[in-house]
Structures are given as C-alpha cells and as structure tokens.
T-cell receptor, first 111, second 111 residues
Framework: GENVEQHPSTLSVQEGDSAVIKCTYSDSASNYFPWYKQELGKRPQLIIDIRSNVGEKKDQRIAVTLNKTAKHFSLHITETQPEDSAVYFCAANRGWGKFQFGAGTQVVVTP | DTEVTQTPKHLVMGMTNKKSLKCEQHMGHRAMYWYKQKAKKPPELMFV???????INESVPSRFSPECPNSSLLNLHLHALQPEDSALYLC??????????FGPGTRLTVT
C-alpha cells in the first residue's frame, strides 16, 4: 500500500520567515496530493492541492511543488503569521478513497 | 452548500451501549468516508462508500458498522466499543478522486 512520510514533525519559525514541509510517497500510482491545516479541536481544512500532471501550484503565500520522479512534494509558506500555527498534514491519493496521510507537522509561528 | 455536517458533536458511551454517528452532505458528492483520528495523529481511513456501496473497509473491527441509507447520508453504528476506541470520528465526502470535504467530527469517549 501507499506509505507517506512527512518531515519535520515540528517546525518553529519566526513571524515573517518561510516554512517548508516535505513529504515522500511510495506508490507511483498516486495522482493527487492535498495539504490540510488542522487547528486544535477543528476539522482538517484543505489549504492547497496538486495533481500529478502539475509541477507547482501557488495560492498567495502558500505553494506546493511536486517531483514525480523522486516521489516527493513540499509545502512552502512564505511571510508566516501567528495564525499559520497549526498541524499540517500532507496526503496522497491512489484512487477512489485511498487517501494516505503523513504523520503531520506541528508548526509554531512566534511573533 | 459546501458543508459536511455531523451529529452529535460529542458522545460519551459505555462499553455495552449502542449508539450511532450521523453525517450528511448536500453537495451531490458520490463518495463518503469515515475516518478515526486520535490526538496528535493523522486521520486513519476506516470506510469508503462509493455510489452508496461500501468500496473500502480498512480491516475495521465489526463493532463499527457503517451504513449509507442514501447518497446524502452516512451513518456509523457503534456497539460494544472499547476505551481505546475513544477518538475524533471524521466524516468526509468528495465528488471524484480529488478534494475531500471534512465534517467537524464527533468526539467520542468510551467509558
């Protein structure tokens, strides 16, 4: 089955700096890669996603890059703000419903 | 309406009780999911329904019984649970192999 590894497990950044979270996946059939932000006690919220036919996608301060050959994808957050503090999960989807999540990254943005 | 709703928000039950979790979406999505999430861990897929038929059961114990009465509703029937089943139970839906929309979850405590 699919295995998704996510690093780092915790990330502390100064407000205004950039944050990068990296994930690797094992199944070359995976074709959809979402990133979720989950605040304490709340549901996971999709913040950005990328499909396997695209190498990079950007939405304001957030960007995702995908390297299919190396089977890894990364989340980039620029100009971090305290409200970016949360747990971030990457995921890979091999097809109908077969989502596998990474272990999560606790991001702490200090003012 | 881009929302998935879940009831109840909180549930406390004894190990001999029978209870049900409910999930509803009106986005016309044809896939619906149940996930279990323990504290500080990623969501773990339990079941997937596709076009109202069970398509994935991730080896979930039989004390969890899913049901999809129609394309908008998803239930999870609980019976004879164990304390280690205490967790946040998340429902999600999606139209295709892409974006999943999560409900707010039911926080379950088994005493």
């Amino acid at each position: 089955g699919e295995n998704v590894e996510q690093h780092p497990s915790t990330l502390s950044v100064q407000e205004g700096d950039s944050a990068v979270i990296k994930c690797t996946y094992s199944d070359s059939a995976s074709n959809y890669f979402p990133w979720y932000k989950q605040e304490l006690g709340k549901r996971p919220q999709l913040i950005i996603d990328i499909r396997s036919n695209v190498g990079e996608k950007k939405d304001q301060r957030i960007a995702v890059t995908l390297n299919k050959t190396a089977k890894h994808f990364s989340l980039h957050i620029t100009e971090t703000q305290p409200e970016d503090s949360a747990v971030y999960f990457c995921a890979a989807n091999r097809g109908w419903g077969k989502f596998q999540f990474g272990a999560g990254t606790q991001v702490v943005v200090t003012p | 309406d881009t929302e998935v709703t879940q009831t109840p928000k909180h549930l406390v039950m004894g190990m001999t009780n029978k209870k049900s979790l409910k999930c509803e979406q009106h986005m016309g999505h044809r896939a619906m999911y149940w996930y279990k999430q323990k504290a500080k861990k990623p969501p773990e897929l339990m079941f997937v329904y596709s076009y109202e038929k069970l398509s994935i059961n991730e080896s979930v114990p039989s004390r969890f019984s899913p049901e999809c009465p129609n394309s908008s509703l998803l239930n999870l029937h609980l019976h004879a649970l164990q304390p280690e089943d205490s967790a946040l139970y998340l429902c999600a839906s999606s139209q295709d192999q892409g974006q999943q929309y999560f409900g707010p979850g039911t926080r379950l405590t088994v005493t």
